[in-house]
């Protein structure tokens, strides 16, 4: 059996629910049978949102079905590089009653595309590649002695704009931890600027993690997010250390060796930050 695919919109892609709505036609061709008329699940759908049509023709010898669907579909997500990520998107078909050997798909589809429409409906994604097909013999594992069934998927990947992240969260994050640098500008003797400047600095940096993370599941690991959101926190903390071990220096009577420390920092603490977000981006990247 031939199948075909027309993505014709995408919207409500849900880091947090692991899911993204889907609107497509689906084709169906097949040699006339009167004991055979397929069966199609969409084995990733979470919710069938409607049908507009259902029509099954005889075409050039041919039976020819086909549907408009729109569907809520599951897919996993995977967040490592946040929000520099890019994800995959499936529809997964299977026949729901004839097994393998009764039925195959054909390894070119009719066709498999996206409509040019579906191209500027995501803001927030862009589309990478082209739609890729494959299939292959699947058994319910779960089942002793199960049948096997022919899965086909189709596949396409989507990149997230990184733009708004850029501006809305890491360029103020940056400038945070700027202002937070100053403190080894200030005169050793005054202990309470520095302290006021770097508590604010570190609530502000929390205020921002939680509000870019307000839309992503509770995940297992770390993203590229939180471990850039992470070195900062180290960063503008190990600065109020260093503020308040330089002050007590100064009060000690050994001001000069303050002055000392707080040239040294001016240099060691940004260069320290770049090595850590380096490192951590790096991370994402290859786990």
């Known amino acids: 059996m031939k199948l075909g695919v027309v993505i014709l919109g995408l919207s409500n892609l849900s880091e947090r629910s692991g899911t993204w709505d889907a609107d ?32 099954t023709e005889v075409r050039d010898g041919v039976c020819v079905r086909s ?6 579909l599951r897919t996993p997500y995977n967040l490592r590089a946040f929000p520099f990520d890019q994800q995959i998107l499936s529809l997964e078909l299977s026949d729901d009653e004839f ?21 500027t409906t995501l803001s927030s994604w862009k589309i990478e590649k082209e739609p890729a097909f494959r299939h292959e013999v699947k058994a319910f594992r779960w089942e002793k002695g199960a049948p096997p069934y022919d899965n086909a998927t189709v596949q396409f990947v989507v990149r997230r704009h990184v733009t ?17 640098f100053t403190v080894f500008w200030i005169d050793p ?9 770097g508590v604010t600095c570190l609530l502000a940096a929390i205020a921002f993690q939680f509000a870019e993370a307000s839309t992503l599941p ?15 926190y180290i960063a503008i903390g190990a600065a109020l250390i260093e503020t308040i071990y330089s002050s007590a ?10 002055l000392a420390l707080d040239r040294q920092c001016r240099l060691l603490f940004p260069a320290g930050l770049a090595l850590a977000l380096v490192f951590s981006i790096a991370r994402a990247f290859t786990e």
């Open 24 to 55: 497509y036609y689906l084709s169906e061709s097949w040699r006339p049978d009167e004991t055979f008329t397929p069966q199609t699940e969409i084995v990733n759908e979470v919710a069938r949102l409607s049908t507009q049509y259902d029509i």
């Open 67 to 72: 549907r408009r669907i729109r569907s809520t």
């Open 99 to 119: 097994t393998s050997a009764e039925l195959s798909y054909s390894d070119a589809p009719d066709v498999i595309g996206l409509d040019d429409a579906v191209r």
């Open 164 to 180: 708004y992240h850029l501006f809305k969260f890491f360029l103020p994050l940056l400038v945070i931890v700027a202002l937070a």
């Open 189 to 197: 003797d005054d202990l309470s600027a520095p302290s006021t400047i």
């Open 218 to 232: 509770e995940v297992a690991y770390l993203t590229l997010a939180d471990r850039v959101y992470v070195a900062c």
């Open 249 to 258: 220096l100064a009060r000690g009577g050994m001001k000069t060796r303050a």
